[in-house]
């Protein structure tokens, strides 16, 4: 089956500074990438997706990279701000199925 | 309009109990996902339905563990003599379109399951 290693497992930054969290998968017939946002206690909520046939996709301060011949997808957010402070988790989709495979999750402390 | 839903969002059961949770996806939604979240990891997949078919129950750890969604709508994770490895949050996930879309899964809040 799939798996997903996702690093760093902690990140604090300074607010302004820029964040970057990397995810390899197993699968080379995954074509899905979403990832989530989790504050504490709260539901995962999808901040940004990506499809296999596409290499970046940005919306305002965030953006993912897909590489697929090596098989790792980035999560970037510039200029940070106290509210992104967050669990954030990728995931990959198999292409066949449904269900999302999770990375283990990066802790995002940004620092005022 | 409202989201994924769950009940109850904290539950406490003595080792060896039955507990039921309940999931009440977005309206007219196809997929349905149960996911366990154990402290401080990433979700993981337990079981998918589309509509009231159950296509894929290979995450479930055990024959304790028993998911349903009759009506292809409201869905229930049913786990028999609980274990204190049970102890988790289970998430119940839900997307508009079957197999092969690429839907997001709206997620609901939880079920903060303590087995004592």
């Known amino acids: 089956g799939e798996n997903v290693e996702q690093h760093p497992s902690t990140l604090s930054v300074q607010e302004g500074d820029s964040a970057v969290i990397k995810c390899t998968y197993s699968d080379s017939a995954s074509n899905y990438f979403p990832w989530y946002k989790q504050e504490l206690g709260k539901r995962p909520q999808l901040i940004i997706d990506i499809r296999s046939n596409v290499g970046e996709k940005k919306d305002q301060r965030i953006a993912v990279t897909l590489n697929k011949t090596a098989k790792h997808f980035s999560l970037h957010i510039t200029e940070t701000q106290p509210e992104d402070s967050a669990v954030y988790f990728c995931a990959a989709r198999y292409n066949a199925g449904n269900m999302l495979t999770f990375g283990g999750g990066t802790r995002l402390m940004v620092k005022p | 309009g409202a989201g994924v839903s769950q009940s109850p969002r904290y539950k406490v059961a003595k080792r060896g109990q039955d507990v039921a949770l309940r999931c009440d996806p977005i309206?007219?939604?196809?997929?349905l996902f149960w996911y366990q979240q154990a402290l401080g990891q990433g979700p993981e997949f337990l079981t998918y339905f589309q509509n009231e078919a159950q296509l894929d129950k290979s995450g479930l750890p055990s024959d304790r563990f028993f998911a349903e969604r009759p009506e292809g709508s409201v869905s229930t994770l049913k786990i028999q003599r609980t274990q204190q490895e049970d102890s988790a949050v289970y998430l119940c996930?839900?997307?508009?379109?079957?197999?092969?879309?690429?839907?997001?899964?709206?997620f609901g809040p939880g079920t903060r399951l303590t087995v004592l």
């Open positions: 996930a839900s997307s508009k379109t079957g197999t092969g879309g690429y839907n997001e899964q709206f």
């Open positions: 309206s007219g939604h196809v997929s």
